[in-house]
C-alpha cells in the first residue's frame, strides 16, 4: 500500500526529496511518518504529519534541515531533506498509523512502505 520513492546518491549539503504514496482509502485520515534504519541499527524516527497537516514533528537531527509536507489530492507524503550529512545515510522508509495526533513511536504505526535508500557521500 505504501511505496517509497526518491533516494539516491548525494554529497554532503546537498538535498532531495523522497516521496511516498498511500492508499486514498486510508491514508488520507491517518498520521503518516518517516522513519530511517542503518544496519544492526534500530528504526529511528524522523518526521510525521497529522492527516490535514496542521501539525508535523521532528527528530531534533533533522530540525531545521528536513521538511514534511503531504497532498492528499495525490495520496502522497513528502520528505524535503536539506543539507544532507553523511550521518543522514540510512534506508528511508515511510509508514501509515491509525492513532490520531503526533506519533513517534514505530509501534504505533501499523502500515509500512519498502524502504528507499539514502547515501551521502562526497
Known amino acids: 500500500q505504501l511505496q517509497a520513492s526518491g533516494g539516491g546518491l548525494v554529497q554532503p549539503g546537498g538535498s532531495l526529496k523522497l516521496s511516498c504514496t498511500y492508499s486514498s482509502r486510508t491514508g488520507s485520515r491517518h498520521v503518516m511518518g518517516w522513519f530511517r534504519q542503518t544496519p544492526g541499527k534500530e528504526r529511528d524516527f524522523v518526521a510525521c504529519?497529522?492527516?490535514?497537516?496542521?501539525?508535523?514533528a521532528y527528530a531534533d537531527s533533522v530540525k531545521g534541515r528536513f521538511a514534511i509536507a503531504r497532498d492528499n489530492a495525490k495520496n502522497t507524503v513528502y520528505l524535503q531533506m536539506n543539507n544532507l550529512q553523511p550521518e543522514d545515510t540510512a534506508v528511508y522508509c515511510c509508514?501509515?498509523?491509525?492513532?490520531?495526533?503526533?506519533?513517534?513511536?514505530?509501534?504505533?504505526?501499523?502500515?509500512w512502505g519498502q524502504g528507499t535508500l539514502v547515501t551521502v557521500s562526497s
Open positions: 504529519i497529522t492527516w490535514n497537516g496542521a501539525n508535523t
Open positions: 509508514a501509515e498509523s491509525t492513532f490520531q495526533g503526533i506519533q513517534r513511536l514505530a509501534a504505533r504505526y501499523r502500515y
